[in-house]
């Protein structure tokens, strides 16, 4: 029995496994990604001291020396052309968000139809939503353009709404995540106590699918207020412009008034801070198997 005992007593002994030697160079990678930061924070950077500046401040100091003009900047935006820098904001808030929303919903029952059903032809619509992720939007600007004319949309709010609700990436990316999230023994064991197809999804599969959903939503929100090309084509009325097209027309307008060029410096400033407090709101239901799902995939 001692014997029993003790053989038993060495199995369950953790074993430790002595370090290895460091990997010489460890420090590359780190310095890689540091200088990507660096590269990709800059910009911010450079436009949160500029916006500080006074137009003969900005072209007349050094760059990273912040200035005394920010309150004047914000207040002369405000006042610019009745205040139509908040109301592009508006605008793009409109467009961001309805069309975020709606594209997340659609995404989530169209990858949970194409995770959890069979049915004739799926592979291949698969294929087609890959495609539509690697087909760059400057080619369907122009064709999504004359359709919206002909139906007599075109300069109106649907003509941005209705092409940001299709997310071929949306979709693709709920797909994974359905796949990966739902359980088919859930579904199956709702099926036996009598669930329809549409309370299975509304009351199970929806809630599961959840953090995924919202990660489409960042995405798509972001994608959306980003946008410039579609808006900038379909687009002639500049009350019904989104803040990056109507920057661009107040950056035209400073060719012939250099002193346009501080609003649009601080207004680029506080069209990026919706970005961040949305991403700050929202980052708790960002989830790291939705990329392991993709991977696995």
Do not use: C
């Not at 002595?18 to 010489?24: M, N, S, T």
């Amino acid at each position: 029995m001692s014997n029993v005992i003790a053989e038993r007593t060495r199995a369950v002994v953790p074993v430790t496994v002595a370090a290895g030697p460091k990997r010489k160079g460890g420090w590359i990678p780190t310095l890689g990604l540091l200088a990507g930061a660096l590269y990709t924070l800059f910009p911010v950077l450079w436009v949160l001291i500029a916006s500080t500046k006074s137009i003969d401040q900005l072209f007349s100091t050094f760059t990273l020396l912040p200035g005394s003009g920010l309150l004047t900047n914000l207040h002369q935006l405000s006042a610019y052309r009745g205040g139509e820098f908040w109301e592009w904001m508006v605008n793009s808030a409109l467009y961001a968000g309805v069309g975020g929303a709606l594209s997340a919903l659609l995404s989530g029952v169209t990858g949970y139809a194409l995770a959890k059903y069979r049915f004739a032809g799926r592979g291949a619509i698969f294929n087609i939503l890959l495609a539509g992720v690697l087909m760059p939007p400057v080619v369907l600007a122009v064709p999504q353009y004359l359709l919206f004319a002909k139906a007599g949309l075109a300069d109106s709010y649907w003509s941005v709404l209705l092409p940001s609700v299709i997310s071929p990436y949306g979709i693709y990316l709920a797909r994974i995540y359905a796949a990966g999230a739902i359980p088919d023994d859930v579904l199956e064991a709702g099926r036996m106590d009598g669930a329809s197809e549409w309370r299975l999804f509304r009351s199970v599969a929806l809630p599961m699918m959840a953090p995924g959903l919202v990660t489409v939503f960042l995405f798509q929100f972001v994608a959306i207020w980003n946008n410039f090309l579609l808006p900038f084509v379909m687009l002639g009325d500049d009350h019904k412009f989104p803040v990056t097209v109507g920057l661009y027309t107040l950056l035209l307008q400073g060719a012939n008034a250099p002193a346009l060029y501080t609003l649009v410096i601080t207004g680029a400033l506080l069209s990026v801070l919706p970005l961040i407090a949305l991403f700050l709101s929202l980052q708790r239901f960002w989830r790291l198997d939705l990329l392991s799902g993709a991977v696995k995939s």
